[in-house]
């Protein structure tokens, strides 16, 4: 068995036994309302069954990092599989630190997911082992990338307690207009997480089923030595259901879905790249397939999600949630400062002679940046506590995770080389 062996084992290991420290998380949580059940007792055994599963993951995810380095010759961050594998590890790492120093068992319940929806999401990639391309042959790589996976990772932790903050402190029983929209913006919070996973659900679906469809695509492109223009036929491959079809393509091979075999539209003209029409095509689905996951929740539950969850969180005081949310975001904030722009910068000088240029991930670090500034001014300076910096911190993470989810999935740039399949 090789290391590139040891690493997969390593992966799915720490991903089935994040999910079973999930599971023992939720029994700590809920069971202490179980019959004939002393509740503190039920919760330290629980919690320590729970915590002591979460760290065996992160020990195998250790294992899973140093094995593929050892393969590859470079820390394992240089694509989407590999950045988004050690972001869900640097969030375990991260919410070890914090459970040690609040023994808060609560936040395992709400942190594990977040954990494990990241490497769910990572295995959609390729996870082949490619040499590094001429730009990321640079010890910035193994600063910059760390550094900002792991100040992302604080404010997962950050957008966690601030979540838990809402839900014990929203009124769900009140008919108050502004107790109406906190639950609905709550809802949205928990959709859009959904969402996610719907793009994680149809990726693997259809994946597991073989679907493909093959698109050829006539460009014209000119010649500058000859002076004229040449045709180029470009070919495109959908491993989904082709709602959007690239701009002015021809099907070759269009297996029916569902009755469908030929695309429903068109990708508008200023959408002409090679995979700009099956990046939306995939956002499309991921959208059809998390509304689908959401109604099929409402209808099992019958009630909103937030409501469902919200009698879990009563033990919490939303204080210490308070709290840690803003613990967690102060010690990651520094650390992005540092991580996403300055050294980002300073590389970006040596590998592209200069230090801004305004690409999309540059650009939305840089927006990430400006917020949790705010929020960190705000709660500081004009006393923001309590539900507006909660508010604060769950829009934070949501911006977060368009930087890391929405501007690879849907944009081209620089940073393209971490990009979809």
């Known amino acids: ?13 720490a991903f089935f036994l994040y999910c079973a420290s999930f599971i023992f998380y939720v029994v700590a949580v809920t069971g202490k309302t179980w019959k004939n059940r002393d509740p503190q007792r039920h919760e330290r055994k629980w919690g320590r069954i729970s915590f002591a ?64 929806i990241i490497m769910a999401y990572a295995a959609v990639f390729p996870q082949d082992v490619q040499p590094l391309i001429p730009s990321l042959r640079s010890i910035w790589l193994y600063i910059h990338v760390t550094l900002a996976a792991t100040s992302e990772a604080f404010f997962a932790v950050g957008f966690v307690a601030a979540l838990l903050y809402l839900l014990r402190t929203i009124e769900f029983d009140s008919n108050e207009k502004s107790a109406r929209r906190q639950k609905r913006w709550i809802e949205f919070t928990l959709f859009s997480i959904i969402i996610v996973v719907g793009f994680i659900v149809s990726v693997f679906a259809f994946r597991a089923a ?15 030595q000859v002076q004229q223009d040449s045709t180029i036929e470009q070919q495109g491959v959908y491993h989904m259901p082709p709602i959007v079809a690239p701009y002015q393509s021809k099907a070759e091979s269009v297996p029916s879905f569902l009755g469908m075999d030929r695309a429903w ?27 689908v996951l959401y109604l099929l929740l409402r209808l099992i539950l019958r009630r909103p999600l937030s409501k469902v969850l919200a009698p879990a969180v009563k033990g919490i005081d939303p ?15 520094p650390i992005f400062t540092l991580g996403a722009l300055v050294f980002a910068m300073i590389w970006a000088q040596q590998a592209w002679g200069r230090f801004w240029g305004w690409d999309p991930k540059e ?14 001014h705000l709660r500081l300076s004009r006393g923001f506590h309590g539900r507006k910096a909660s508010w604060i911190a769950v829009i934070g993470f949501l911006v ?11 944009i081209a740039g620089l940073h393209s080389y971490a990009g979809t399949d």
């Not at 090679?274 to 998390?290: D, F, H, P």
């Not at 650009?363 to 960190?376: D, F």
């Not at 977060?400 to 849907?410: A, E, R, W």
């Open 363 to 376: 650009v939305w670090a840089l927006i990430t940046w400006l917020y949790y500034s705010a929020y960190l």
């Open 400 to 410: 977060v995770m368009f930087t890391l989810v929405g501007v690879n999935l849907i």
């Open 1 to 13: 068995m090789d290391f590139l062996e040891i690493s997969r084992y390593g992966f799915m290991i």
């Open 53 to 116: 599963t979460s760290s065996m993951g992160l020990l195998s995810h250790l294992i899973y990092c140093a094995f593929r380095w050892a393969y590859s010759g470079h820390i394992p961050v240089s694509n989407m599989y590999e950045f988004m594998t050690f972001l869900s590890m640097m969030v375990m790492i991260a919410f070890t630190v914090i459970f040690l120093i609040y023994r808060k068992i609560l936040l395992g319940m709400f942190a594990l997911p977040i954990a494990i």
């Open 265 to 291: 539209f068109e990708a508008p003209s200023w959408m002409s790249g090679a995979s700009s029409a099956r990046k939306l095509n995939t956002v499309i689905w991921a959208l059809i397939t998390g509304i």
């Open 210 to 224: 073989g679907y493909e469809a093959v698109f050829t695509q006539n460009k014209t492109a000119i010649d500058s």
């Open 319 to 333: 204080n210490d949630a308070d709290e840690i949310s803003y613990r967690a975001i102060a010690i990651g904030f």
